[in-house]
């Protein structure tokens, strides 16, 4: 999908709420409102369960609906999709990038290290520093840590939980889909926190992690690069780590990983006593598993 078809995508929606919201009643008006705003959880929700955001009645939702212009939810979504349009794959945003490059190896690495620089940038700001700094508080007390991210950012989730377990935290990934990812939940207890990498999109497995955490009472640190998603209207602390991918370009995912590492060195700092312990102890283990006479 190229960025002149992202550009021209009709914003059907958006018209028809500018155009017909004034003249509604207030209880369709705050209907038409949660529709226009959060329109990705719209994509998965039922009327009932609109109708439970909004405090009113599902056939109040309905009728807010067909008020906007649409046959039904049914047709309401048809037309949401349309407009959020196909996500762009690895090869389209890999293509979109090198497309933008000069054929020089300077281009890839100006490129790589602007995004980095500008996300520690970003993450040197006050109020980032201002939120790894609430996130530590909570990451000092848990019980254990759940790390959710799906695709690339699941491989940062298993990284980074073994550094966890290092400084003495135990730590447990969420990095699945299907079933094996409500076994992986399952683990989940009161007294954990979870950490999520996640972005624009409220795709069912993190909206179902972050549910599953709630249910839990557990305090949610946010990673993410779009802060009006669907995940940080619920996050307990958002950090703000700029990823690039703008236009349909590769993201660059070891901006996240700064801000993982950021997060985990701050609490081994914080917990120094703990950290050393347990790493004093790993070693002991690991010198019992080497062969006598090796060191």
């Known amino acids: 999908m190229s960025r002149n078809s992202i550009k021209s995508r009709v914003d059907v929606l958006g018209e028809r709420y500018r155009l017909r919201a004034p003249t509604l009643s207030s209880g369709l008006q705050a209907v038409a409102r949660y529709i226009h705003d959060h329109r990705e959880v719209v994509l998965d929700a039922t009327a009932l369960e609109i109708a439970r955001a909004t405090n009113t009645s599902d056939a109040t939702v309905v009728r807010a609906v067909q008020a906007l212009g649409f046959a039904g939810l049914r047709d309401l979504k048809t037309t949401l999709n349309a407009w959020f349009g196909p996500a762009m794959n690895s090869e389209e945003k890999m293509s979109a ?140 602390v958002i950090i703000n780590v700029p990823r690039g991918g703008e236009n349909g370009r590769i993201p660059l995912h070891g901006t996240v990983l700064v801000c993982l590492e950021m997060l985990i060195l701050s609490v081994a700092s914080a917990t120094s006593s703990r950290t050393v312990k347990t790493m004093k102890r790993i070693q002991d283990l690991n010198r019992s598993l080497k062969p006598s006479g090796k060191k």
């Open 97 to 236: 990038t090198v497309s933008e490059l000069s054929c020089d190896i300077n281009s890839g690495i100006d490129f790589v290290l602007s995004g980095h620089k500008h996300a520690c940038d970003a993450l040197s700001e006050p109020h980032n520093r201002e939120a790894v700094a609430k996130a530590v508080t909570h990451l000092i007390g848990a019980r254990q840590v759940a790390l959710f991210g799906i695709n690339a950012s699941g491989i940062l989730a298993d990284y980074s939980a073994r550094l966890f377990t290092r400084i003495g935290i135990p730590a447990v990934t969420l990095n699945r889909s299907g079933i094996a990812l409500a076994e992986q939940l399952i683990r989940l207890q009161r007294g954990d926190v979870l950490i999520m990498m996640a972005q624009k999109s409220a795709h069912r497995e993190g909206m179902t992690a972050l549910k599953e955490a709630k249910r839990l009472g557990m305090p949610v640190i946010l990673l993410t690069n779009a802060l009006d998603s669907a995940f940080a209207k619920q996050a307990d």
